[in-house]
């Protein structure tokens, strides 16, 4: 993931971000408490028109340290991606990352057919989509329950294809 250059920040700004984290005792999580995207990571604007998007526990590393994380990833140690108390955070290569990740069993398992548990092929699930049968009858067909076939033809599940 490409990262951009955190800007200077304006002692505004700065009293800005941390009015938007609810800061606690030094061992505990700072909760950031606005914007999260899916992922849960806050974001924080700096700038006009989108440009200055930052997630927030990368400025929160900037601050406390004054180290740009540029190219690097801020690690969480409490692995809680809203945190944003610098103690909980360092600096870490993709490897790293990746590390991290496995270590806490954080890896998303393989979507579709790639996933060792799934019954079905993308093509599959396509036919179940279009095919026109009642929910029944194409749950025979595949030997699923009619739930998993109405979850399907509803996007809630293989959202991917």
Same mark, same amino acid.
């Given at each position: 993931?490409?990262?951009?250059?955190?800007?200077?920040?304006?002692?505004?700004?700065?009293?800005?971000?941390?009015?938007?984290?609810?800061?606690?005792?030094?061992? =505990?999580?700072? =909760?950031?408490?606005a914007f999260?995207?899916?992922?849960?990571?806050?974001?924080?604007h700096l700038?006009?028109?989108?440009?200055?998007?930052?997630?927030?526990?990368?400025?929160?590393?900037?601050?406390?340290?004054?180290?740009?994380?540029? =190219?690097?990833?801020?690690?969480?140690?409490?692995?809680?991606?809203?945190?944003?108390?610098?103690?909980?955070?360092?600096?870490?290569?993709?490897?790293?990352? !990746?590390?991290?990740?496995?270590?806490?069993?954080?890896?998303?398992?393989?979507?579709?057919?790639l996933n060792?548990?799934?019954?079905?092929?993308?093509?599959?699930?396509?036919?179940?989509? !279009?095919?026109?049968?009642?929910?029944?009858?194409?749950?025979?067909?595949?030997?699923?329950?009619?739930?998993?076939?109405?979850?399907?033809?509803?996007?809630?599940?293989?959202?991917?294809?």
């Amino acid at each position: 993931m490409a990262h951009r250059a955190i800007p200077p920040l304006s002692e505004s700004d700065k009293a800005r971000f941390w009015g938007k984290v609810e800061v606690r005792g030094p061992d =505990e999580c700072w =909760e950031w408490k606005a914007f999260l995207n899916n992922d849960g990571y806050g974001h924080f604007h700096l700038g006009k028109h989108g440009n200055g998007m930052f997630r927030s526990p990368r400025v929160a590393f900037f601050l406390a340290t004054g180290i740009d994380p540029a =190219e690097m990833h801020v690690l969480h140690r409490c692995d809680n991606p809203p945190c944003c108390n610098p103690d909980h955070l360092s600096l870490g290569t993709d490897g790293d990352n !990746s590390a991290d990740r496995d270590k806490k069993k954080r890896r998303k398992p393989p979507s579709g057919s790639l996933n060792g548990f799934s019954k079905l092929t993308e093509s599959d699930v396509l036919y179940i989509r !279009s095919c026109g049968d009642s929910l029944r009858k194409s749950a025979k067909k595949f030997g699923l329950d009619y739930t998993t076939v109405s979850d399907i033809r509803r996007r809630k599940s293989w959202r991917h294809i």
